[in-house]
Structures are given as structure tokens and as C-alpha cells.
């Protein structure tokens, strides 16, 4: 009788455990959308998470296509980031990368990028 508890007590730990592990901040979408292409720069770049942030510990950069740091370096991270650009960032690749902590304590990065051009 004990092995067949058992039995059914270890599938339960391994859902509770894969439960815990999607519970990180992923990125869910953003505008420009991953990979896009636009014909003018942004003013402003948003990003949706999956989580909640912690403000103070979650970053967001965007460079251009020439490598140079086009964002403001303030972004308002809560679920919903929106990262301030330059009006003038020109035509090109342009890379943006996270960095964030979820209110549950994980942290997470990544990076992806859009294009400026006609």
C-alpha cells in the first residue's frame, strides 16, 4: 500500500515543480514586435512580461543598427515596460535587451531585434 502512495506522490512534486518554473518573467510580446519591420524609428519601445517586475532591479536597452545606445536609460518596468528612444536613431537593426526581476524573485534576460526602413 505504501509504494502505490508513493507512486502517486511523485508525479504531484514534479508538477509543483514545473508550476514554480513558469512563474519566471517571460517575454509575452512588445511594440515593434519581435523581428518587425518599420519605416520610421520609434519613439518609445514597450515590452509586455508574463510577470510582475520589481522596478528598481529590471532594465531595458535599445541600440541602433551603429551599436550606440538610442534609449533614455529610464524605463517604467512593471509588466509593462515602455523605454523612451531618440526621435532620431536612423534606418538599420535596431537590438533591444532586458534584464528582470519578477516580484516572485527570478530573474530573466533576453534580447531581440526590429528593423527601421522603407
Known amino acids: 500500500m505504501r509504494h502505490s502512495s508513493l507512486a502517486g506522490t511523485i508525479p504531484l512534486l514534479l508538477l509543483l515543480a514545473t508550476g514554480q518554473a ?3 518573467a517571460f517575454l509575452e510580446r512588445a511594440d515593434p514586435r519581435v523581428g518587425n519591420k518599420v519605416a520610421t524609428s520609434p519613439q518609445q519601445v514597450t515590452l509586455w512580461f508574463t510577470e510582475k517586475l520589481e522596478t528598481a532591479f529590471s532594465t531595458v536597452t535599445v541600440t541602433n543598427a551603429a551599436g550606440q545606445r538610442v534609449d533614455t536609460g529610464k524605463s517604467a518596468c512593471q ?24 516580484v516572485d524573485t ?3 534576460d533576453g534580447d531581440f531585434t526590429f528593423q527601421v526602413g522603407p
Open 106 to 108: 527570478h530573474t530573466t
Open 22 to 24: 513558469a512563474a519566471h
Open 79 to 102: 509588466r509593462q515596460p515602455d523605454v523612451d528612444i531618440g526621435t532620431s536613431g536612423g534606418t538599420g537593426t535596431y537590438r533591444v535587451k532586458w534584464h528582470v526581476l519578477s
